[in-house]
C-alpha cells in the first residue's frame, strides 16, 4: 500500500539533503517525497547510517550506498511504487554488506574467505564496484564474505588491503576455499517436461558458487558444456547438454528459472546460461509471459544440433 507520509514529515523526517549537480532538474517535492520513503526503509531495516548526503548514504564504519541510479529508477515508476523499490534495494545492500546493527569481525586468515554469487544489475553496480566485486557474467558478481560466530559479511578490497594482504592472492585462495570445503546438501536428477535436469541444492549462502566449479560436484559434462541457471543463492539447475533435447530444454527451463527467482529466498539471475569449461556465457532471453524468445550466443547453435 502506498505510504502517505505528508502528515508527518515537518516533526519526523530529517530533512533532505542538497540534490546532486547531476539530478538538479528533480523537483524539490520529489526529492522530498524520495527522501521520506528512504529514512522509512532505513528503519524497517535497521540500517546504521551515519548521515545522508546529496545521491548518497554513508553508514556507520565508513561504506557508502550511492543513490542516484535507485532515484532515477524511482522517478521512472509510479509514486505509489517507490517505497517497494528503495526497500528491495537497501535489503538487497543490508544483505550483501551486513550493514545492520550486528557487528562482525575482519577476517584473521584468509581461509576463512569464501566466494559469493551476488546479483549485479545495473542499480547494483556502483556499490559493487565500490567494493571490489569481480564480474561473473553479465548479471553475476563475485565477492569476498565470510562467515564468523553467524554473522555473513562482505570484505572489501579496502579491507583486504587494511589487512595487508595480496588482493590477487586472496581472491585465488577464496576462490579455492569455496571449491574445496562447501558442498551442495543435495544433487538430483528431476524430470521437466521430459526433460532431465540436474537439480543442486544447499543450505550454504556459497551454493551458488559451486556453478564456477561444477565438474567437481556433479561430475564431467562433456565436450559442449551444459545449460544452466542459478535462480536463488541455495540452487543450481543443470543440463548436460545433448543435442537437439537441450533445445527443449531451454524453453522448459526459462519460465520456471522465472518463478524460482521470483519467489526467493536469495534471489540470484531469472536467466539461463551456457557453461562451458568453466566460464558462463549468458543466453539473452525476451520474457513475454506465454512465449519467450531466445537468442543462442555464437557456437551454442552448433552444439545443440
Request: glycine share 8%; with cysteine.
Amino acid at each position: 500500500m502506498p505510504h502517505d507520509d505528508s502528515a508527518r514529515r515537518p516533526s519526523q523526517t530529517p530533512a533532505s539533503p542538497p540534490k546532486p549537480s547531476s539530478h538538479a532538474f528533480i523537483s524539490c517535492e520529489a526529492w522530498l517525497d524520495f527522501h521520506c520513503e528512504l529514512y522509512d526503509v532505513v528503519a524497517d531495516l535497521a540500517v546504521r547510517v551515519d548521515h545522508v548526503d546529496p545521491g548518497v548514504i554513508r553508514l556507520v564504519g565508513g561504506r557508502s550506498l550511492p543513490l542516484v541510479a535507485l532515484v532515477d529508477q524511482c522517478l521512472d515508476r509510479p509514486r505509489e511504487d517507490w517505497h517497494t523499490l528503495i526497500e528491495r534495494y537497501l535489503h538487497g545492500m543490508v544483505d550483501l554488506l551486513g550493514v545492520t546493527d550486528c557487528d562482525a569481525r575482519p577476517p584473521t586468515s584468509s581461509i576463512e574467505l569464501r566466494v559469493r554469487l551476488v546479483p549485479a544489475t545495473p542499480i547494483d553496480r556502483p556499490v559493487l564496484d565500490s567494493i571490489g566485486a569481480r564480474m561473473v557474467t553479465n548479471d553475476l558478481a563475485a565477492v569476498l564474505a565470510s562467515v564468523a560466530d553467524g554473522v555473513l559479511t562482505t570484505v572489501t578490497a579496502d579491507e583486504i588491503a587494511d589487512l595487508g594482504w595480496d588482493l590477487d592472492e586472496t581472491w585465488a585462495s577464496a576462490w579455492a576455499q569455496t571449491a574445496l570445503l562447501e558442498e551442495p546438501d543435495e544433487l538430483d536428477v528431476v524430470d521437466l517436461a521430459g526433460v532431465e535436469v540436474v537439480h543442486l541444492f544447499g543450505s550454504s549462502e556459497f551454493t551458488a558458487t559451486l556453478v564456477c566449479s561444477l565438474e567437481d560436484h556433479v561430475g564431467p559434462l562433456g565436450q559442449h558444456g551444459a545449460i544452466i541457471a542459478v535462480p536463488c543463492d541455495h540452487t543450481v539447475l543443470i543440463h548436460p547438454i545433448e543435442g537437439e533435447t537441450s533445445r527443449r530444454a531451454i524453453g522448459t527451463l526459462v519460465p520456471i528459472v522465472r518463478r524460482i527467482h521470483a519467489d526467493g529466498p536469495g534471489s540470484l539471475s531469472p536467466q539461463i546460461y551456457w557453461w562451458r569449461d568453466g566460464s558462463l556465457v549468458w543466453i539473452p532471453t525476451v520474457f513475454g509471459g506465454e512465449t519467450n524468445e531466445v537468442y543462442l550466443p555464437a557456437g551454442l547453435g552448433d552444439a545443440l544440433s
